[in-house]
């Protein structure tokens, strides 16, 4: 860590912190940190130098959690502000010039993104996230990040993860936009079982309107009474009829992915049909019941 100084010897790195301190030459102490050390403090002695012992090298160990303490805590007070401004932009409580300072603070001013990530352990997240600028904000289950486009790789090279980004936007515009996008895009990742989903790069997400009240008439229009049959008799026709379309209204490989009986299924597909009163054999009817399946995800109905 310090310019001019050799990289000492691996080898001289304790298996335990409660190892003794002497090694050849020098010493060897674990800088403290919660959890465990942050790392160690490798000192040794230059000839014709006299010799400082190892208070001294001690002390320096000290030195050193104690800055690393303060470096931690700039961190961890940055991380909750970020975390409640990501929140106030998501409910759109701050004016577009308050955004935008409030963003240039953690640096990030020029084309941002929203993503919201799924199945990604938080210190894993952190770890990945670290060297970008960025907000993070724990909902539920999510994790949402906003930050530059430059997140989608970092966070794409997690083990098992899932997660959908928003198209660019500028700093200040309001979010609600940006968060359907991604959590329409971290559906498709779920279901796909890819680590990042950008939204646009399925075509059917251009077709969706971008107006939330559009979105929700959409849904209440085509798809209004099922959902509410599904909700009062804890049915599965909306998540039957949206598992069918998704697998080219093969019956069969629709039913095994459901693990139903197929029969069990063309009996949901016709009670679907009778709730929307849509006849699900007409091209046009397909096609506007997809939409309406598309939008209830972008709205976050449907699992």
Not at 108 to 127: H, Q, T
Not at 177 to 197: D, F, I, N, Q, T
Not at 205 to 215: C, I, K, N, Q, Y
Request: aromatic fraction near 4%; hydrophobic fraction near 45%.
């Amino acid at each position: 860590l310090l310019p001019g100084v050799p990289t000492p010897d691996p080898g001289v790195l304790p298996a335990s912190v409660d190892a003794p301190p002497t090694v050849p030459g020098g010493f060897v102490l674990p800088v403290p940190a919660p959890g465990g050390p942050a790392g160690f403090l490798v000192a040794y002695e230059r000839q014709g130098a006299q010799p400082a012992g190892l208070a001294v090298v001690q002390h320096i160990a000290t030195v050193a959690a104690l800055r690393l303490a303060m470096v931690r805590n700039e961190r961890e007070v940055l991380r909750r502000e970020g975390a409640e401004t990501l929140a106030e932009l998501l409910q759109e409580v701050l004016d577009p010039e308050a955004a935008r300072r409030r963003l240039a603070r953690h640096a990030i001013e020029g084309e941002a993104v929203l993503l919201v990530v799924r199945n990604a352990g938080d210190e894993a997240l952190l770890r990945c996230l670290e060297d970008h600028p960025h907000l993070l904000l724990t909902w539920g289950e999510d994790r949402y990040v906003l930050g530059g486009p430059e997140l989608a790789e970092a966070v794409g090279g997690l083990p098992c993860v899932a997660a959908g980004m928003s198209r660019p936007f500028l700093p200040g515009v309001a979010l609600k936009v940006a968060e359907r996008e991604a959590l329409w895009a971290v559906s498709k990742a779920v279901e796909s079982g890819r680590p990042v989903v950008r939204y646009g790069d399925d075509a059917t997400g251009r077709w969706l309107p971008d107006d939330p009240a559009v979105l929700s008439a959409l849904v209440e229009h085509v798809l209004g009474e099922v959902l509410r049959y599904d909700e009062t008799h804890d049915s599965h026709l909306l998540v039957s009829a949206r598992t069918w379309m998704e697998r080219d209204r093969r019956t069969e490989t629709a039913a095994a992915a459901l693990h139903i009986h197929p029969n069990t299924l063309a009996y949901r597909l016709r009670r679907f049909g009778t709730l929307a009163r849509r006849d699900l054999t007409s091209t046009g009817a397909l096609a506007e019941v997809w939409l309406a399946i598309q939008a209830a995800g972008a709205l976050g109905l449907t699992d």
